[in-house]
């Protein structure tokens, strides 16, 4: 029997903060056949759950669509909820019972906001880095039946009611170009609520808005120099009054115990300055119940109105943060300079929340780290001036528990340098944050140091995909570089549901996009003004292959997640990344002008320079030449069709002048490096009489380093994929699975538990690679995962049918390797696949969601028939195109 279910609405479970008044419907089949596709589907929506009254009624609408369907009725209003329900046909002609859930909306609308933008701080806080309390008392005139928060602040902000905390997102409202686009963030509170007097409580901190930010060039208060917040509380009686209490005049704030809070140095919190009961929690002392207030707190005054503009305000559009996994510490060690440490074994974003005793005044004081040096002590160089601090001082009375409010580490080991009495461990454990993205592959195999790389790689994800993708998250830097990002995004999206986070960033990358079409290095953009600040980069924006990233994420988001709407939304940004370049490249063809990072961090580069030895204008020119080839296949699938062959003919022209620039008459590419032939290839840039040669001299250039890389950020994520793709699956597999200096399995036989942003972060001899730029948790040579998961794993999407819609599956055993199981929860559902090789047989193991299909390889397989299917021959083996189920099929394995 064919049913529904995994209900979502943009992407969300039973969403109550949908910014739009036209939202896209999700749903997957269920079914125990096989070859079972959707026929037909009908969506209702109704204004109560028992479906008696609907605004909108869909039909039955002949269609395979079952993601991100478009509501189709007159545009809905904001704070309402809806129900809405679902059933489908198949092709085997079953209909399924509807399958049902809810979305509510948010403020849709920026005329909507009845609060202003208030503040406890003076006009001229630049200078403070202390966090505020705001707070309102109101009185219920009545039973509420729902109430719902909107909030948000220049800042980092955190909201209580009646002394409960309102959601559980932190960090909010997350870092966006400010200016342009702040997020507000939607929390139902209406359980938080009691009968007579309430207390609405906001406490806010610098966060990324008026902070340290790239404190290496002294930036600080890049958006702003004081702190605000902005807040309505709706209250809907069960009458049907609605009443707004929204931030404003009438408001007081005040001194609150986070004395100091800044992102890249922690947080210093006195308890003895806390003031029980200013956000209403009755057993500390709140408000009273109708006719009156017990607090009476001390330093509150009127707020101030920081700003009555709201046109900036927009609904929260990607995952928010929260407090993901837990870890326990592994032991408590004193290194040789006599520091007291712990290790929680696993290097991750996030804080250490501990408990403690003590009398007033005592202190606790703890450093974060991601390592131990070559002595064993605890290792903070690599942070640069970050200092990762955390001090709390003790009110005394009790047990006390504590973790950060407006910042967050990076960290595997922590150094206590103060704690009253012995420090037990059972009274620490780390909180890892992220993004709230949803799981997506898995991937295992009979190397365990290959499983723990690809551990590694998504430890890395993580701890950098916190609401924007950050390069690192310990030293002072934590900024969202496009180029990681781009290089990374295809490996992302096997690792989690990646297209809401990419979304909401993209929304970023447009706005802070320059009115010639560059692209910033950083999103959002706080490296403005930087030429004379830093000798290495010389321009803010247009670097190849991280400007780049405006083309390359939306087109892998639509191709792994078949969000056709980001490539509608960031069309016009795609479009301006590459005219601004046709418009400065020599005859609109060679991109040889501006400054570009290259091949950053390659080995092949000069002693003491980041720089590889790739020349900027090959590196360049080829990837305006991969955006090109993108943007006109985009068009194409918008319908633009002048501009899709406008856009095809410009990268013929492209490629036409890279051949003559860069390729001798008789076939040598000039440029002798491994990332030069590694782009030219990956990229299709080579002619067809020339492509022999040039695998040859890029197998023969690294033969020449005994067979290792010397690349860097640009050429390591394609280099398998390009020997894999000529012939050479055995070098590639060597390559990958190289344990000695340099390769991606060397940092796993150091210990490592995420990605390193140098091949050789430490040393074979134990010592460290130059703290003025060695982060041991850096995600971008984590992209090699990518290939992992598509060819030995053989895993991947047709881009004709996206979204694994159609799947590609055609794993490559090789390596020595013995089994690979990848697993893969698409947008309809899972999808499996395990080989194993055992007795002299081949054994593969296939699930196929229900509405998609995929085409099968079977490596080294002879055609015929085979588990009961017909394969016909293919390249490496026999193939056959497979409809949903479970398949099993054993053949001869043929070494």
Not at 126 to 155: D, N, Q
Request: proline fraction near 5%; include cysteine.
């Amino acid at each position: 029997m064919t049913s529904v279910r995994d209900l979502r609405v943009e992407y969300r479970t039973n969403p109550i903060d949908i910014g739009t008044g036209t939202p896209r419907f999700s749903w997957k089949l269920e079914s125990a056949g096989r070859g079972i596709k959707q026929s037909a589907y009908a969506i209702e929506i109704a204004l109560d759950g028992a479906f008696g009254s609907f605004i909108w009624q869909s039909g039955k609408i002949p269609s395979r669509e079952s993601h991100l369907v478009r509501y189709g009725g007159t545009a809905l209003k904001s704070s309402k909820r809806y129900f809405w329900r679902v059933k489908v046909w198949d092709n085997q002609g079953e209909e399924s019972p509807w399958g049902e859930a809810f979305f509510e909306t948010t403020l849709l609308r920026a005329d909507e906001w009845q609060a202003v933008f208030i503040s406890a701080e003076e006009e001229d806080a630049g200078a403070s880095s202390a966090g505020t309390l705001l707070r309102k008392e109101f009185v219920l005139s009545g039973p509420v039946r729902s109430a719902r928060l909107y909030a948000s602040a220049k800042g980092i902000y955190r909201a209580v009611v009646n002394g409960r905390r309102a959601g559980i997102e932190v960090l909010s409202p997350g870092w966006t170009e400010y200016h342009k686009r702040l997020l507000f963030q939607t929390y139902d509170v209406t359980d938080h609520l009691k009968s007579g007097t309430n207390v609405l409580g906001l406490m806010v901190g610098p966060g990324w808005y008026k902070g340290d930010l790239a404190s290496w060039i002294g930036k600080r208060n890049v958006f702003g120099k004081r702190t605000a917040v902005i807040a309505q509380l709706r209250l809907e009686y069960d009458d049907g009054r609605v009443e707004t209490i929204p931030t404003d005049s009438s408001w007081q704030g005040g001194p609150g115990p986070v004395v100091y809070s800044e992102i890249y140095h922690g947080e210093t919190y006195d308890a003895r300055l806390e003031q029980p009961g200013w956000d209403g929690d009755a057993d500390a002392g709140g408000a009273a119940d109708a006719g009156g207030a017990a607090f009476a707190g001390t330093g509150w005054k009127p707020v101030a109105v920081e700003s009555k503009d709201t046109k900036m305000l927009r609904p929260q559009d990607g995952p928010p943060v929260k407090e993901q996994e837990y870890l326990k510490p592994l032991s408590l060690f004193t290194t040789p300079r006599g520091e007291q440490v712990i290790d929680f074994g696993q290097n991750l974003s996030g804080w250490v929340r501990f408990k403690v005793r003590g009398k007033a005044g005592d202190r606790v004081k703890i450093r974060h780290a991601e390592t131990l040096d070559k002595a064993g002590n605890f290792y903070t160089e690599n942070l640069r001036s970050a200092r990762q601090t955390i001090e709390y001082t003790l009110k005394g009375g009790g047990i006390e528990t504590y973790a950060p409010f407006f910042t967050f580490q990076g960290f595997r080991y922590i150094a206590i340098d103060e704690y009253p009495g012995t420090v037990d461990i059972n009274n620490f454990e780390a909180a890892a944050i992220y993004s709230d993205m949803r799981p997506a592959g898995e991937f295992s195999s009979s190397y365990p140091k290959l499983n723990q790389f690809i551990s590694n790689v998504r430890w890395s994800m993580k701890d950098n995909f916190v609401d924007i993708p950050t390069d690192c998250p310990q030293r002072d830097e934590r900024l969202g570089w496009t180029g990681d990002a781009e290089i990374f995004c295809r490996a992302a999206g096997y690792f989690m549901e990646t297209a809401p986070f990419f979304k909401k960033w993209l929304r970023d990358l447009t706005a802070a996009q320059l009115p010639d079409g560059q692209v910033p290095h950083v999103v959002p953009d706080v490296l403005k003004n930087i030429v004379g600040l830093d000798d290495k980069v010389t321009q803010e924006a247009g670097a190849c292959a991280w400007a780049d990233a405006a083309v390359i994420i939306p087109w892998t988001v639509y191709t792994y997640f078949g969000d056709r709407e980001i490539l509608e939304e960031q069309y016009p940004s795609m479009k301006n990344w590459v005219e601004y370049i046709r418009g400065v490249a020599e005859d609109g063809l060679l991109f040889n002008v501006g400054f570009h990072f290259g091949d950053w961090v390659a080995l092949d580069a000069k002693e003491g320079s980041y720089f590889g030895a790739t020349p900027n204008d090959l590196t360049a020119t080829a990837f305006y030449a991969y955006s090109t080839s993108l943007l006109a296949q985009s068009a194409a699938v918008l319908g633009k069709t002048e501009d899709a062959a406008q856009y095809k003919k410009l990268r013929e022209d492209i490629g036409e002048a890279y051949r003559k620039e860069f390729f001798t008459p008789r076939g040598r590419l000039a440029v002798r490096t491994q990332t030069a032939h590694i782009l030219s290839l990956i990229f299709d840039l080579v002619p067809a009489a020339y492509k022999q040669r040039t695998v040859d001299t890029l197998v023969a250039l690294i033969a020449e380093q005994n067979n290792h890389l010397t690349t860097g950020f640009v050429g390591t994520p394609f280099v398998c994929q390009v020997l894999a793709d000529n012939g050479q699956v055995d070098l590639a597999y060597e390559l990958l699975l190289k344990e000695d200096f340099p390769s991606w399995l060397y940092q796993v036989t150091k210990g490592a538990t995420t990605i390193w942003e140098h091949w050789d972060g430490l040393k074979p001899d134990g010592t460290m690679w130059s703290p003025d730029m060695n982060s041991f948790n850096h995600y971008a040579y984590g992209a090699i995962s990518d290939w992992v998961f598509s060819f030995l794993g053989g895993l991947d999407t047709d881009r004709e049918q996206p979204a694994f819609a159609r799947s590609i599956l055609r794993p490559c055993p090789g390596g020595g390797i013995t089994w690979v199981e990848t697993k893969y929860e698409s947008v309809y559902g899972p999808i499996a696949l395990r080989w194993e090789i055992t007795g002299g047989e081949i054994v593969l193991s296939v699930t196929i969601p229900a509405n998609t299909e995929a085409e099968l390889t079977l490596p080294r397989a002879q055609a015929g028939t085979i588990g009961g299917v017909d394969f016909a021959p293919a390249p490496g083996g026999a193939a056959a195109v497979l409809g949903s189920g479970s398949y099993v099929f054993v053949y001869p394995w043929r070494e």
